[in-house]
Structures are given as structure tokens and as C-alpha cells.
């Protein structure tokens, strides 16, 4: 389960909301479920309390953040990543990127089967109170820590047999995403610019016909989607198509982000071809 919140905000302005998400997600899975943070060499090493000091540091430092914690080894799929940007930065401008600050929050699918969906979306509305995002999403997702010979063709296989599942690469994404929106999941969050652009929250909901889908007005220009009471894969041979899912990506089209060029090991038209999963 992949908890991830896009804020079309600099660093500075965001890092204690970010500090504060990071609190309640560690009050619900326990701080012992991270053990391992990335160093600014890159090296994995454990997250004793020195770890803890500078990861701290690195979200309160100025103009950029780039932090990664992961789970011990028997609880791998818990983790926390932060990217904290500089809208204005002159590179990214330069290779014409349109960066955003992103956080991404991950939950073993374990953790829903024992708590339930109800405890998952009120996890996702706590963070979410605590972030200025710009978009938002919650939902099953593929989790590799990296692009293999070995995990290249399940993803081909899986991602289009299962289009409800995504794929988070938040550095990526925070470089190139700007307010664009990322595709339907269970849970989406949208904030500004796309929800005024959609006419408010109520409005929303008159476009929206599945008796499946929920909108909540969350105040302050934000709203949450709820696709049904369960996060879905679907799975095309059944011919669950995840109705419900295209319905939202219709209305979200024109906002959606579309990743130009290749993406690991595939190529920008695979990379397409998932990407519009809903809409063809």
C-alpha cells in the first residue's frame, strides 16, 4: 500500500508538515518498523539514533531534502521517502523539468488485511491534514527498490493484467510531476490547482456516476475520491476492468501526467501504454 502526497511547494515551506506526517505514521506502524535509512553516499546503514539525528536534519535543512528509510528486513514493504525541492531551481529549469516536493508513505498489504481499509483511509486523511498537497494518492502498488533483469517482466505482466496497481518512483516524480495528476487510485487527493479547474468538490461529484465512488469535501479547496470501500487490483482475464477507476481517469485527463522518454527498463511507448490504462 503506497501513501504518497504531492505538494507543489519549496522545501522550506513544507519540511515541518512533512516532520509531522512523518510522527503519526511511525504512532501507527511503531518506529521499530524502520531500520534502515540511505546516506548521502547512497550506502544503506542502520537507524540507530544517529540515523534518526540526521535524518532529521536533512528534512529541516534548507532549499532540499532527499530522504529514504526502510523497514527491517522482515518488514521491508514499511518505508518513508521525502523529496523536498526548490521550484525555481536553475537545472531544473534548464533540463525542463517542473519539480514538486513529494513524500511517500508504504503499508504491507499485511497491515490492511489485519487493520482493515477503514483504518488505511484514516491513516491517509491524518497525513493528509497535515500536508498542503496539490494531489494525493492511496492504493495497491508495485514496490522494487530497483529496476532488474529479474523484476522488468513481472512488471509488464502484472501492471497491465492489474492496471490498479501503480508504480511510485518519487524521485522521478518530484522532478517532472509539477501539479500534474497521477492516475486514479483507491484513495485520490486533490487540492490546487486541478480541483478549483474542476469546479469545486461538488461539482466533482455530479461527474462522477458510479455508486462506488465517494467525494469529501475536506475543506480549504481539497477533496478526497473514495473508489469503493476496498483497494482493487482488478484483473482484465476476469474482465474486471475497474469501472469505476476509468470513470475518474475521464474526468481527470486532461491533468494527467504522461512521463516523456524511457522509465528504467522500459520504453517511453510501454511506459505509455500503462500510463493510459484507464482511458483506452
Given at each position: ?192 490547482p486541478v480541483l478549483s479547474a474542476l ?82
Amino acid at each position: 500500500m503506497s501513501l504518497t502526497f504531492y505538494m507543489h511547494c519549496n522545501h522550506e515551506a513544507v519540511a515541518s508538515s512533512v516532520m509531522r506526517s512523518l510522527e503519526i505514521y511511525l504512532r501507527v506502524v511503531g518506529q521499530d518498523s524502520l531500520g534502515w535509512y540511505r546516506g548521502k553516499d547512497g550506502l544503506w546503514r542502520e537507524l540507530d539514533s544517529a540515523g534518526w539525528a540526521l535524518t532529521h536534519e536533512e528534512i529541516r535543512g534548507p532549499r532540499f531534502a532527499n530522504v529514504d528509510l526502510r523497514g527491517r528486513t522482515e518488514s521491508l514493504s514499511y518505508s518513508f521517502s521525502y523529496r523536498g525541492k526548490e521550484l525555481e531551481d536553475p537545472l531544473s529549469k534548464q533540463w525542463g523539468y517542473d519539480p514538486t516536493s513529494a513524500v511517500s508513505f508504504l503499508l504491507p498489504t499485511e497491515f490492511l488485511e489485519e487493520h482493515g481499509p477503514g483504518r488505511v483511509r484514516e491513516l491517509a486523511l491524518e497525513l493528509g491534514a497535515e500536508l498542503p498537497f496539490s494531489s494525493g494518492q492511496t492504493g495497491l502498488a508495485f514496490h522494487m527498490m530497483s529496476w532488474l533483469s529479474s523484476n522488468t517482466p513481472v512488471f509488464r505482466e502484472k501492471s497491465l493484467l492489474h492496471p490498479g496497481l501503480d508504480l511510485v518512483d518519487l524521485e522521478r516524480l518530484s522532478n517532472r510531476l509539477g501539479t500534474k495528476i497521477r492516475g486514479p487510485a483507491w484513495l485520490t487527493f486533490l487540492g490546487e490547482p486541478v480541483l478549483s479547474a474542476l469546479g469545486g468538490a461538488a461539482s466533482l461529484r455530479e461527474r462522477l456516476h458510479s455508486p462506488a465512488t465517494s467525494v469529501q469535501d475536506l475543506g480549504g479547496n481539497r477533496a478526497l475520491v473514495t473508489l469503493g470501500p476496498w483497494p482493487e487490483a482488478g484483473e482484465l482475464t476476469r474482465g474486471d476492468t475497474l469501472p469505476h477507476y476509468r470513470e475518474l481517469a475521464r474526468v481527470l485527463e486532461p491533468w494527467l501526467y504522461m512521463h516523456q522518454g524511457g522509465w528504467g527498463n522500459l520504453t517511453e511507448a510501454e511506459i505509455r501504454r500503462w500510463e493510459r490504462r484507464f482511458l483506452d
